[in-house]
């Protein structure tokens, strides 16, 4: 990289934040203005400086883009599955960034219905995004949501199948996502907050009328968020209310959506529970009584208040209970058991129990589509770091499994017998053995030399599972290993892995982190001159912190959309998010959260030191992350850095939160951020 290009200067405008009689100077405030030109043009000489930095990797990144496309299957069809008489069917076509939906009734032989081509759609756009499609219970109607902008407030159309005829219906800023009474007029829909994009509102529209649409339900409670949902069984439309730590909900028969919803069993804080409904009776999943991994109850319809709960599947220290499927024979539970997902089956008559078999320890196994309630049918995903991803038909009486599809790695070249994968324990600083997934191919020979690439995530219980990715395919055969160390703040190993990375133990997340790493490092998988991090969003903050504690053990980071002004947006409670978040990182108008956070927070804590290169990337739409948290950030590393390591910012002008909206734009992303980490590598071919 060219050390002789200057990087951006940006002024300094010192502001002093105040709180708990502490006071923090804020060199780079004034960038959180988006209207603000100098703020524009300092984010586009950011991006021209990364351009010139990186223009001697450029067709490396163009050959990395195609070589990562080609693997990929252009003309791909989903899996139909079969909803109310119909199967609905999602294809891509050959040189199209955006799905196509359609339909055919009956039977897969059927004529092909087109609900939706968002190829025609995504014109004139710069971003697109469809989400929400539902269908109205008599199969001629299908509501939608659409956001044009990358900040996920979606506008609510209906459309005529037949026809084809969008309705005179529009409803904006919306979740995108309607819920259809069984009266095939009736529509509930979630309202966001202007400002904040908070999910706070339940609105009940009547198609074609010309009233205003009524408030159902409004959260109140700004740490809540809110939607709406049909239960499986189609009996009961029912409203979530939900925080980090507290659920409640509200249900109603589909039939008479006039009525008024009932709370099913009224909030208290710490108390979690999810509702399934099944012949005459709810099933719920809950924390209730100190069940830290989740218990299964059930009560009757007309006794849902939680004095009625009675025990189905008691609570188990070692097995975290995360999902079930309901379906008129069988109870499928999805468990996870010392970091491994297992799928446990059980007839409603107790005649059958047993769990699907799976061998290695580095695979995910999850159900999915499983809309249709009147089958023996269960429909799961599989996939593991070295074996493509396949969906699974499974009967749950014959228990023969019948694979629908396997991911097709085009490109002539990949072979699953030439990967190798592993699980292995770091010892943490207080003594907690913390997984690793790696995996490799196998003719790469493990030393100190061995560039190794570890990810982490580590927050909101949100667990990474080892999966397979035809991208990594790219770094894995130049020699790379791949790594996800799956760190406290997930749940891989229960809900008290969760529960010890969070709040007042967040910590644990960073320093995990870096035992990976000093584990990696002393035994040899690699050292700090081929050592590599990668982390985004709250995975972002991991990476922050890990290089104000941990710098000299890395050669490169790279940190996506990356959360680092932890103090300053905790206490915005007009930032989309914020007042939502207080559960999970604690809310800093307490001093004691206030204190612990500004310990950590990335922004905060820059001081002197030699840091790794870096690549930071931004969306200037972003609702979930602020543009100017990275931007800011990089202007205060380049103020202390001692070393001449190179940073970069690229602030994706146009995208959102998850980047480009297009199917292969995102790829095009994957491709610079690992063209960097191979130039770091002098790999350039």
């Given at each position: 990289m060219n050390k002789h290009i200057i990087p951006p200067k940006v002024k300094k405008q010192p502001k002093e934040l105040i709180k708990h009689d502490d006071v923090r100077v804020d060199n780079y405030y004034w960038l959180n203005d988006r209207d603000n030109e100098e703020v524009i043009s300092y984010l586009n000489e950011e991006n021209e400086y990364y351009s010139k930095m990186t223009a001697h990797t450029k067709d490396f990144q163009n050959s990395l883009f195609e070589e990562m496309k080609s693997r990929i299957k252009e003309d791909d069809e989903s899996v139909p599955y079969k909803y109310n008489g119909y199967w609905y069917i999602v294809k891509f076509e050959k040189g199209k960034d955006y799905p196509i939906y359609y339909r055919k009734k009956d039977t897969?032989?059927?004529?092909?219905?087109?609900?939706?081509?968002?190829?025609?759609?995504?014109?004139?756009?710069?971003?697109?995004?469809?989400?929400?499609?539902?269908?109205?219970?008599?199969?001629?109607?299908?509501?939608?949501?659409?956001?044009?902008?990358?900040?996920?407030?979606?506008?609510?159309?209906?459309?005529?199948?037949?026809?084809?005829?969008?309705?005179?219906?529009?409803?904006e800023n919306t979740t995108g996502g309607v819920t259809w009474a069984n009266d095939n007029k009736t529509l509930f829909y979630t309202l966001k907050n202007t400002k904040t994009l908070r999910s706070e509102k339940i609105y009940k529209h009547k198609l074609g009328a010309n009233t205003e649409d009524e408030l159902v339900y409004h959260e109140t409670d700004d740490t809540f968020g809110t939607s709406v949902y049909k239960s499986k069984s189609r009996k009961y439309l029912i409203i979530s209310c939900y925080s980090t730590l507290t659920t409640e909900f509200r249900i109603l028969n589909a039939d008479t959506p006039d009525e008024e919803f009932k709370v099913f069993q009224p909030r208290e804080k710490g108390l979690e529970y999810s509702i399934y409904h099944y012949n005459g009776?709810?099933?719920?999943?809950?924390?209730?009584?100190?069940?830290?991994?989740?218990?299964?109850?059930?009560?009757?319809?007309?006794?849902?208040?939680?004095?009625?709960?009675?025990?189905?599947?008691?609570?188990?220290?070692?097995?975290?209970?995360?999902?079930?499927?309901?379906?008129?024979?069988?109870?499928?539970?999805?468990?996870?058991?010392?970091?491994?997902?297992?799928?446990?089956?059980?007839?409603?008559?107790?005649?059958?129990?047993?769990?699907?078999?799976?061998?290695?320890?580095?695979?995910?196994?999850?159900?999915?589509?499983?809309?249709?309630?009147?089958?023996?049918?269960?429909?799961?995903?599989?996939?593991?770091?070295?074996?493509?991803?396949?969906?699974?038909?499974?009967?749950?009486?014959?228990?023969?499994?019948?694979?629908?599809?396997?991911?097709?790695?085009?490109?002539?070249?990949?072979?699953?017998?030439?990967?190798?994968?592993?699980?292995?324990?770091?010892?943490?600083?207080?003594?907690?053995?913390?997984?690793?997934?790696?995996?490799?191919?196998?003719?790469?020979?493990?030393?100190?030399?061995?560039?190794?690439?570890?990810?982490?995530?580590?927050?909101?219980?949100?667990?990474?599972?080892?999966?397979?990715?035809?991208?990594?395919?790219?770094?894995?055969?130049?020699?790379?290993?791949?790594?996800?160390?799956?760190?406290?703040?997930?749940?891989?190993?229960?809900?008290?892995?969760?529960?010890?990375?969070?709040?007042?133990?967040?910590?644990?997340?960073?320093?995990?982190?870096?035992?990976?790493?000093?584990?990696?490092?002393?035994?040899?998988?690699?050292?700090?001159?081929?050592?590599?991090?990668?982390?985004?969003?709250?995975?972002?903050?991991?990476?922050?912190?890990?290089?104000?504690?941990?710098?000299?053990?890395?050669n490169g980071v790279v940190a996506q959309v990356p959360f680092v002004d932890v103090v300053t947006t905790m206490l915005d409670d007009s930032i989309p998010l914020t007042t939502g978040e207080y559960d999970e990182w604690g809310n800093p108008n307490d001093k004691e959260y206030y204190d612990y956070m500004k310990s950590y927070s990335p922004y905060d804590n820059v001081k002197k030191d030699t840091f790794p290169n870096m690549f930071i990337t931004a969306g200037l739409h972003d609702s979930q992350v602020q543009y100017w948290e990275p931007a800011k950030w990089i202007a205060k590393l380049r103020d202390y850095n001692e070393n001449g390591s190179t940073l970069l910012l690229k602030t994706n002008m146009e995208a959102g939160h998850g980047g480009a909206s297009g199917r292969f734009e995102a790829i095009k992303e994957d491709a610079e951020e690992f063209a960097f980490l191979l130039d770091l590598e002098h790999i350039n071919e």
């Open positions: 897969l032989d059927a004529k092909s219905e087109l609900l939706f081509d968002c190829n025609e759609m995504a014109k004139g756009y710069s971003y697109f995004k469809l989400v929400g499609i539902s269908i109205s219970p008599n199969n001629k109607l299908v509501s939608y949501g659409i956001d044009t902008t990358g900040r996920r407030q979606y506008t609510i159309n209906v459309r005529d199948i037949e026809s084809g005829k969008k309705l005179d219906d529009t409803i009776a709810f099933y719920v999943l809950t924390n209730k009584d100190e069940a830290t991994n989740f218990k299964l109850v059930k009560t009757l319809e007309n006794q849902t208040t939680k004095e009625f709960w009675e025990d189905v599947i008691p609570h188990r220290e070692n097995v975290l209970i995360e999902d079930i499927d309901i379906f008129k024979d069988f109870l499928v539970v999805s468990e996870r058991e010392n970091g491994l997902n297992k799928i446990r089956i059980k007839s409603w008559n107790g005649d059958t129990e047993y769990y699907l078999p799976f061998t290695n320890e580095t695979y995910t196994a999850y159900t999915t589509s499983n809309i249709d309630f009147n089958t023996t049918i269960l429909r799961y995903g599989y996939n593991s770091l070295t074996t493509p991803a396949s969906i699974i038909d499974f009967d749950m009486v014959t228990k023969v499994k019948t694979v629908k599809k396997e991911q097709e790695v085009l490109g002539g070249k990949f072979n699953k017998e030439n990967y190798v994968s592993e699980r292995v324990w770091a010892t943490a600083q207080d003594g907690t053995e913390i997984p690793i997934s790696l995996v490799h191919h196998k003719n790469i020979k493990r030393n100190k030399n061995t560039p190794l690439l570890l990810y982490a995530y580590g927050s909101y219980g949100s667990t990474i599972d080892p999966y397979f990715s035809t991208i990594r395919l790219s770094l894995l055969d130049r020699g790379f290993v791949y790594a996800i160390a799956h760190v406290r703040g997930g749940e891989y190993l229960g809900r008290q892995w969760y529960e010890n990375g969070k709040l007042l133990t967040k910590k644990n997340t960073f320093t995990d982190f870096i035992d990976c790493s000093k584990f990696l490092i002393e035994n040899e998988y690699t050292s700090p001159k081929h050592h590599y991090a990668m982390g985004g969003s709250a995975g972002g903050l991991l990476m922050g912190v890990v290089i104000n504690e941990a710098a000299h053990l890395y």
